[in-house]
């Protein structure tokens, strides 16, 4: 599910048990500002790897946008597979 902005809080608790690539949606928080009228909002996400993570509005908007997909499991396991695929051809090469 791909979000282009989600500004309200009504919008955002909306999204809750949503899916952005990895990542769920579990709770939406209010911060009330000491310094302005303006609300922010924290928002939960739990990983498909069971890494739990909390974002600000704005970099939670990355996740929403599909910018973000996990919590860095994805990369990983990218970075992984190359790695185990890159050495198989080498030991098949009989390089290893
Ligand atoms: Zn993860």
Request: charged share 25%; proline share 0%; glycine share 6%.
């Amino acid at each position: 599910m791909i979000i282009k902005k989600a500004k309200k809080i009504d919008t955002l608790q909306q999204l809750v048990g949503q899916k952005f690539g990895r990542f769920l949606l579990k709770e939406v928080n209010t911060i009330k500002s000491t310094t302005s009228n303006r609300n922010s909002f924290t928002l939960n996400f739990i990983c498909d790897c069971g890494v739990n993570r909390t974002y600000s509005h704005s970099k939670a908007t990355n996740i929403f946008k599909g910018t973000t997909k996990s919590c860095g499991c994805l990369r990983k396991e990218k970075w992984a597979k190359s790695y185990y695929s890159w050495k198989k051809d080498w030991t098949q090469k009989g390089l290893l």
